[in-house]
């Protein structure tokens, strides 16, 4: 369970935003604070995981409350959430080290969605291995396999056939079986394969024989 602190001033709004947090799966309030002062003892008395962070405080600016808290909960992350539009604002907390920057008004959904790819995308990096892979990184600042482009001439549809052939196989494939498996020239499976590959999602293997190497792809995990 991920753990919440809500820093905001305002009561009710705070109170609004405890109620989407604790209707997203996999996430706690486990506090809120009114004030800088106030949040930096319950940072240090509850350890968070995530604090939703609000810039105007009555004491204190939010993202010089940021660097505080972090002195008490030094994992911390933060999702800052504010009517501040400012460039400047946003700027100076994306150097901060925030995970996401949500500009009050918003939705539930809003929220939910925010706090998702950070449980999806943060905490997965944090404890699925020791060694990421590219395609880990590439979670953590949303450029997925959905946000990147397929090789020019490829399409999704031949790629869920790749991904099918793959889980369907004993153990690993080359470009020439997935090719006539799909009826596809070697040239294209490659394509597919090396994608895949380069997302994270396959493993190479190499077999020797006589001349180069033939490379094989086997699914993960």
Do not use: W
């Not at 002195?71 to 959430?81: C, N, Q, S, T």
């Not at 294209?188 to 190497?213: I, T």
């Amino acid at each position: 369970m991920i753990k919440v602190l809500i820093v905001d001033d305002d009561f009710m709004v705070a109170k609004v935003h405890a109620g989407f947090i604790q209707r997203t799966p996999g996430f706690a309030v486990v506090g809120v604070a009114h004030t800088g002062a106030q949040a930096v003892i319950e940072t240090g008395r509850l350890q968070p995981d995530l604090v939703l962070l609000d810039i105007h405080l009555p004491d204190i600016n939010g993202l010089d409350l940021m660097h505080k808290l972090r002195e008490v909960a030094p994992e911390l992350d933060v999702l800052v959430i504010s009517a501040a539009r400012e460039v400047d604002t946003v700027r100076k907390a994306l150097r901060g080290g925030i995970v996401h920057y949500l500009i009050k008004p918003f939705s539930q959904t809003d929220l939910q969605e925010r706090l998702e790819h950070y449980r999806s995308a943060y905490q997965g990096l944090d404890s699925a291995k020791d060694v990421a892979e590219q395609s880990d990184v590439n979670r953590v600042f949303g450029l997925d396999r959905t946000d990147r482009p397929l090789p020019k001439g490829c399409s999704i549809e031949t790629l869920k056939l790749v991904e099918a052939a793959l889980k369907e196989a004993d153990g690993d494939l080359s470009a020439a079986e997935v090719a006539v498996q799909l009826g596809t020239s070697r040239v294209s499976a490659r394509r597919y394969l090396e994608y895949l590959h380069d997302e994270g999602v396959l493993e190479v293997r190499l077999k020797y024989g006589v001349g180069r190497p033939e490379r094989r792809y086997v699914l993960k995990g």
